[in-house]
């Protein structure tokens, strides 16, 4: 349905066109026909439910994996049909915030951010300081710069993580999980820094998450992902208000809906009456 | 500072090393004796080469001049035919010079003891590839046995 | 049966498999125009982990082998009164065999298991993906120095352990048991030899070096990445490196010695 009116919009960072996707050990499909367009210079926010394969999706756009099917354009370029050396060069356009903060655990705060600048740049350790610093001052973790990871709390560390993925100023940034685990302090402290950060970079954001009511305070765009595709998309006002049974049930945080409480297995009358026969 | 201190444990470490190696190649063992500088190669002829082996060190009056390089049979009748390699160092061997086959010890393995002959103006010097022909094989225990039960018996 | 013969063909495949992955990632991580000014520092870093931190334990490790050996060797040789012939008796076992064996085993031990979890770790927090997102290659930039670390380290800790494992036998056998001091290096310069003797343990120490590295990284590069998943990749490095150098120990030596 979106495939005719997306392709080579400019106003798209990046456009996911009827991908099919599954890791190599299974056969079970993760995505059949996924499209979405991700609009430049917004916050755009990925939902769905637990297990659903959201992290996976940011994994393809960094081309860390690659679909079977269709195609996945970053500023007009196909991901997966790039070549290593295409790829690495498109990767310095983009960043992502892992969910553990995956900052390298044998580096200080200071060290971390500085490392992309460093393999990337051929800037003065005096100007990556000044740029470090700056970054630091962002996150608000100026004066943890001696610390080491292993001393930061989990809100700091993504915080940290965040100073770090911005330090090349990238196009693109993908936020995974930026809430999961968060005392609503630090919660607050990311909404707002995922929030500023977008509006003063420029940057264009894709948030993964399952944390629906913070995620809409935010976000632009809205995607909803269920059942191997898009169930439902549109602005956070759009959503709430969609009659979309689906959307509803998520939103709104329901227990049982089209999503059913119950793992798939047969009645609980059958199950129990069957174990008596096989008696 | 740090990567100071661990470059400076790295150079140690490596230093470490070639000490230990230094030490096995001086202390350990010999590098200066025989097929470590340049060489030459001498042929001798046995009937019996007993327990001689490749490697085995060629003596002369107790110190090792080269080794065995290597043990072929030769000939119509299948004799063996003892290639050794010996240190330029030592290269004034007479072609009056003889080789037999020794036991260090009662129990200790075969080596080759070679025997400088006389100089004077008659004779030549051996040289690369040169043979030697006054050889004396290793004595073999039953051979031993048999002449004593011979001698013996002429009592 | 049929399904237990299906079995077999699957294990079968997945161990090629895993040696193809395991040779693609070698060949990824080393081949590729080298960056001096940045491997450098990380080299000398893993050069200090894995061998300077594995120094001490090869240290002990050889002096209480070599004065087992002096004890051992002594009181059997004694008998055929041919005690003179510890010297080389200690610095042949050693140098042909046991420095580069048991510096391996212990190296597996030690900075394989290491080296496995360390990488294991790495991945199972998303550091390696972080990287590779960062357009940093975690093959150049993580894999490749603690190979080379690892190839340079192992032959240096063999040598220091022949060489201690020796001292350690004259300990034994001349300060302690009286075997003449001149005998024992004199009869052992006689008999070890340079070239053959010291350089063939030098060579097999540089093949279990490469072996027992890339088992490890290999291992920590393709672990499962969660806690049980890394514990049984760490073991297993100890477990596979440990029987690689011992079977390829056997080949080794027959080639050089049989």
Same mark, same amino acid.
């Given at each position: 349905?979106?495939?005719?009116?997306?392709?080579?919009?400019?106003?798209?960072?990046?456009?996911?066109?009827?991908?099919?996707?599954?890791?190599?050990?299974?056969?079970?499909?993760?995505?059949?026909?996924?499209?979405?367009?991700?609009?430049?210079?917004?916050?755009?926010?990925?939902?769905?439910?637990?297990?659903?394969?959201?992290?996976?999706?940011?994994?393809?756009?960094?081309?860390?994996?690659?679909?079977?099917?269709?195609?996945?354009?970053?500023?007009?370029?196909?991901?997966?049909?790039?070549?290593?050396?295409?790829?690495?060069?498109?990767?310095?356009?983009?960043?992502?915030?892992?969910?553990?903060?995956?900052?390298?655990?044998?580096?200080?705060?200071?060290?971390?951010?500085?490392?992309?600048?460093?393999?990337?740049?051929?800037?003065?350790?005096?100007?990556?300081?000044?740029?470090?610093?700056?970054?630091?001052?962002?996150?608000?973790?100026?004066?943890?710069?001696?610390?080491?990871?292993?001393?930061?709390?989990?809100?700091?560390?993504?915080?940290?993580?965040?100073?770090?993925?911005?330090?090349?100023?990238?196009?693109?940034?993908?936020?995974?999980?930026?809430?999961?685990?968060?005392?609503?302090?630090?919660?607050?402290?990311?909404?707002?820094?995922?929030?500023?950060?977008?509006?003063?970079?420029?940057?264009?954001?894709?948030?993964?998450?399952?944390?629906?009511?913070?995620?809409?305070?935010?976000?632009?765009?809205?995607?909803?992902?269920?059942?191997?595709?898009?169930?439902?998309?549109?602005?956070?006002?759009?959503?709430?208000?969609?009659?979309?049974?689906?959307?509803?049930?998520?939103?709104?945080?329901?227990?049982?809906?089209?999503?059913?409480?119950?793992?798939?297995?047969?009645?609980?009358?059958?199950?129990?009456?069957?174990?008596?026969?096989?008696? | 500072?740090?990567?100071?201190?661990?470059?400076?444990?790295?150079?140690?470490?490596?230093?470490?090393?070639?000490?230990?190696?230094?030490?096995?190649?001086?202390?350990?063992?010999?590098?200066?004796?025989?097929?470590?500088?340049?060489?030459?190669?001498?042929?001798?002829?046995?009937?019996?080469?007993?327990?001689?082996?490749?490697?085995?060190?060629?003596?002369?009056?107790?110190?090792?001049?080269?080794?065995?390089?290597?043990?072929? =049979?030769? /000939?119509?009748? +299948?004799?063996? &035919?003892?290639?050794?390699? *010996?240190?330029?160092?030592?290269?004034?061997?007479? %072609?009056?010079?003889?080789?037999?086959?020794?036991?260090?010890? =009662?129990? /200790?393995?075969? +080596?080759?003891? &070679?025997?400088?002959?006389? *100089?004077?103006?008659?004779?030549?010097?051996?040289? %690369?590839?040169?043979?030697?022909?006054?050889?004396?094989?290793? =004595?073999?225990?039953?051979?031993?046995?048999?002449?004593?039960?011979?001698?013996?018996?002429?009592? | 049966?049929?399904?237990?013969?299906?079995?077999?063909?699957?294990?079968?495949?997945?161990?090629?498999?895993?040696?193809?992955?395991?040779?693609?990632?070698?060949?990824?991580?080393?081949?590729?125009?080298?960056?001096?000014?940045?491997?450098?520092?990380?080299?000398?870093?893993?050069?200090?982990?894995?061998?300077?931190?594995?120094?001490?334990?090869?240290?002990?490790?050889?002096?209480?082998?070599?004065?087992?050996?002096?004890?051992?060797?002594?009181?059997?040789?004694?008998?055929?009164?041919?005690?003179?012939?510890?010297?080389?008796?200690?610095?042949?076992?050693?140098?042909?065999?046991?420095?580069?064996?048991?510096?391996?085993?212990?190296?597996?031990?030690?900075?394989?298991?290491?080296?496995?979890?360390?990488?294991?770790?790495?991945?199972?927090?998303?550091?390696?993906?972080?990287?590779?997102?960062?357009?940093?290659?975690?093959?150049?930039?993580?894999?490749?120095?603690?190979?080379?670390?690892?190839?340079?380290?192992?032959?240096?800790?063999?040598?220091?352990?022949?060489?201690?494992?020796?001292?350690?036998?004259?300990?034994?056998?001349?300060?302690?048991?009286?075997?003449?001091?001149?005998?024992?290096?004199?009869?052992?310069?006689?008999?070890?030899?340079?070239?053959?003797?010291?350089?063939?343990?030098?060579?097999?120490?540089?093949?279990?070096?490469?072996?027992?590295?890339?088992?490890?990284?290999?291992?920590?590069?393709?672990?499962?990445?969660?806690?049980?998943?890394?514990?049984?990749?760490?073991?297993?490095?100890?477990?596979?490196?440990?029987?690689?150098?011992?079977?390829?120990?056997?080949?080794?030596?027959?080639?050089?010695?049989?």
């Amino acid at each position: 349905m979106l495939t005719t009116t997306l392709e080579g919009n400019p106003e798209h960072l990046v456009e996911i066109d009827d991908i099919y996707f599954h890791y190599n050990h299974s056969t079970h499909n993760l995505y059949e026909g996924l499209s979405m367009a991700i609009p430049r210079g917004k916050i755009t926010a990925v939902m769905g439910p637990s297990g659903i394969g959201k992290t996976t999706l940011l994994r393809l756009i960094g081309g860390q994996l690659r679909p079977q099917q269709g195609q996945i354009r970053f500023a007009g370029q196909n991901i997966p049909s790039l070549k290593r050396s295409e790829l690495y060069q498109l990767r310095k356009r983009m960043s992502m915030l892992f969910q553990s903060g995956a900052l390298f655990s044998d580096m200080t705060v200071y060290d971390n951010i500085a490392f992309p600048l460093r393999e990337h740049s051929r800037l003065s350790e005096e100007l990556i300081e000044t740029i470090v610093l700056l970054k630091l001052e962002a996150v608000g973790l100026r004066g943890a710069r001696h610390l080491m990871p292993a001393e930061l709390s989990g809100g700091m560390s993504r915080r940290a993580a965040l100073a770090r993925s911005i330090a090349l100023d990238p196009e693109l940034i993908m936020y995974d999980e930026p809430f999961a685990g968060q005392d609503p302090i630090s919660m607050g402290v990311i909404i707002k820094l995922i929030k500023e950060l977008n509006e003063s970079l420029g940057l264009t954001s894709i948030i993964v998450t399952h944390d629906v009511e913070e995620v809409l305070t935010i976000a632009d765009y809205v995607y909803i992902i269920a059942d191997k595709q898009v169930v439902g998309h549109g602005t956070p006002e759009q959503l709430l208000n969609s009659d979309n049974a689906l959307v509803h049930q998520f939103l709104h945080g329901e227990a049982d809906g089209p999503v059913p409480f119950h793992y798939r297995a047969p009645t609980l009358a059958d199950e129990l009456l069957g174990a008596g026969d096989a008696k | 500072m740090e990567s100071r201190n661990t470059q400076l444990a790295v150079g140690l470490f490596v230093i470490i090393g070639v000490l230990a190696l230094l030490f096995l190649g001086l202390q350990a063992a010999n590098t200066n004796v025989a097929t470590a500088g340049e060489t030459y190669r001498l042929y001798a002829k046995f009937d019996n080469i007993g327990g001689l082996k490749e490697r085995s060190p060629v003596k002369v009056g107790g110190v090792v001049v080269g080794r065995v390089s290597k043990i072929t =049979l030769d /000939g119509d009748y +299948y004799e063996p &035919l003892v290639e050794m390699v *010996i240190s330029k160092q030592y290269n004034e061997f007479s %072609d009056t010079t003889s080789v037999s086959i020794l036991t260090s010890g =009662l129990l /200790g393995e075969q +080596y080759i003891g &070679l025997n400088p002959g006389f *100089i004077d103006d008659t004779v030549q010097m051996l040289e %690369d590839g040169d043979r030697i022909y006054d050889t004396k094989s290793a =004595l073999v225990l039953e051979d031993l046995i048999g002449q004593f039960l011979f001698s013996q018996g002429n009592d | 049966m049929l399904n237990k013969v299906a079995a077999l063909g699957q294990a079968t495949l997945n161990s090629i498999a895993g040696a193809g992955a395991a040779l693609i990632m070698l060949t990824r991580a080393l081949v590729g125009k080298p960056q001096l000014r940045k491997s450098w520092p990380l080299l000398m870093q893993q050069m200090y982990s894995v061998g300077v931190m594995s120094l001490i334990i090869i240290v002990v490790s050889g002096l209480f082998i070599g004065m087992v050996l002096g004890l051992q060797g002594y009181t059997i040789l004694v008998d055929f009164g041919a005690e003179q012939s510890l010297g080389p008796m200690v610095a042949l076992s050693l140098l042909r065999e046991l420095g580069p064996v048991v510096t391996a085993l212990l190296f597996a031990g030690r900075a394989g298991s290491a080296l496995t979890a360390e990488i294991g770790l790495m991945k199972a927090t998303e550091q390696l993906s972080s990287l590779e997102m960062m357009a940093v290659d975690p093959l150049r930039r993580v894999i490749a120095p603690r190979f080379w670390a690892g190839l340079y380290s192992m032959p240096i800790l063999a040598a220091v352990f022949s060489a201690v494992g020796i001292y350690g036998g004259y300990l034994v056998g001349v300060r302690w048991l009286g075997v003449d001091d001149g005998a024992f290096w004199s009869v052992m310069q006689a008999n070890v030899e340079w070239g053959h003797d010291i350089m063939n343990g030098i060579i097999k120490s540089v093949v279990f070096a490469f072996v027992v590295t890339w088992i490890a990284l290999h291992k920590g590069f393709n672990c499962t990445p969660t806690s049980v998943g890394i514990s049984k990749a760490t073991t297993s490095t100890v477990v596979t490196a440990s029987l690689a150098v011992l079977g390829l120990d056997f080949v080794l030596t027959a080639l050089m010695f049989g």
